[in-house]
């Protein structure tokens, strides 16, 4: 399926500061990107960089004292693989690939060690692989309500399991921290969502599993708001502090961001009810 898709960002600043954004469409194997055009107001020289690992892309600029805005526009077309999801399996942590064991650690926003006990316990008896994922993503669903304003960037898996409300960050990083105490890597992403409403910068995430192929990245949403076969990438990392969209390295005030997807022909057919394989 093919989407158009963009954002626009404004700021007002009052003194110079560096921004590093992060909101290209990333270039991977299911992601065809047929046409892209950035533009900045007022225009400035500006430093691209695609992080290696992850293949997140990177622009930095300078931003002027006073108004400034960053305007980004995309096609891309998707070929995800689908998968029957009673076919998935878990990976034995003795036979991960090395590169995705950082996936299996805590991090800062994701503390799986604190949370082995209760994932353990409420996740323990479900049937092992995608199943499970799956079943992390329905109690996440059912007891944490999707509150706006109901969390801060500074908040983490264990303030959203006390405070049961979040939001699409909020859900994302609950999945991965339960989802690396049961042993199954698992990383944040955050994406156009088409589908969306209201439309906005979304956080999903993807699983290490074993699909009928071998081992491979499986995307989930845990909020349920957007189809699993239109989630466009942007970034990947173990949690949000690696993946925002926009930093600014200085004082700064910002307009609500402006995004939006749209599928250039109307869908037809059923709702995806199979696994999204997205990598591997």
Request: a negative charge; hydrophobic letters at 40%; charged letters at 20%.
């Amino acid at each position: 399926m093919e989407f158009r898709l963009g954002c626009e960002l404004s700021y007002s600043l009052p003194h110079p500061a560096p921004i590093l954004f992060n909101i290209e469409v990333a270039r991977t194997a299911i992601q065809n990107l047929r046409h892209e055009a950035l533009s900045l107001t007022p225009e400035l020289p500006r430093e691209v960089w695609i992080q290696p690992e992850s293949g997140n892309r990177y622009l930095r600029v300078m931003a002027p004292a006073g108004a400034f805005t960053l305007r980004y526009e995309a096609t891309v077309s998707l070929s995800p693989g689908l998968d029957d999801p009673a076919a998935i399996a878990e990976v034995p942590a003795g036979e991960l690939p090395f590169e995705v064991y950082p996936h299996l650690y805590p991090s800062r926003y994701c503390q799986a060690d604190r949370l082995t006990p209760f994932a353990q316990k409420t996740f323990g008896g479900l049937p092992p692989g995608y199943a499970r994922v799956n079943g992390i993503c329905n109690w996440i669903h059912d007891h944490v309500d999707y509150q706006a304003g109901s969390s801060d960037e500074q908040s983490s898996a264990m303030d959203t399991i006390l405070q049961r409300a979040g939001v699409c960050r909020d859900f994302s990083h609950l999945a991965i921290a339960c989802c690396r105490a049961m042993g199954i890597p698992a990383r944040y992403v955050s994406a156009y969502a088409w589908r969306l409403d209201p439309p906005d910068f979304h956080a999903v995430f993807e699983a290490w599993l074993q699909g009928p192929g071998g081992g491979a990245w499986y995307i989930f949403d845990a909020t349920r708001k957007a189809a699993p076969d239109g989630l466009v990438r942007i970034g990947i990392g173990r949690d949000a502090a690696e993946v925002a969209f926009a930093s600014p390295f200085g004082a700064f005030e910002a307009a609500k961001p402006k995004v939006w997807i749209a599928a250039t022909e109307e869908a037809t057919g059923p709702v995806i009810t199979d696994a999204v394989r997205v990598e591997g």
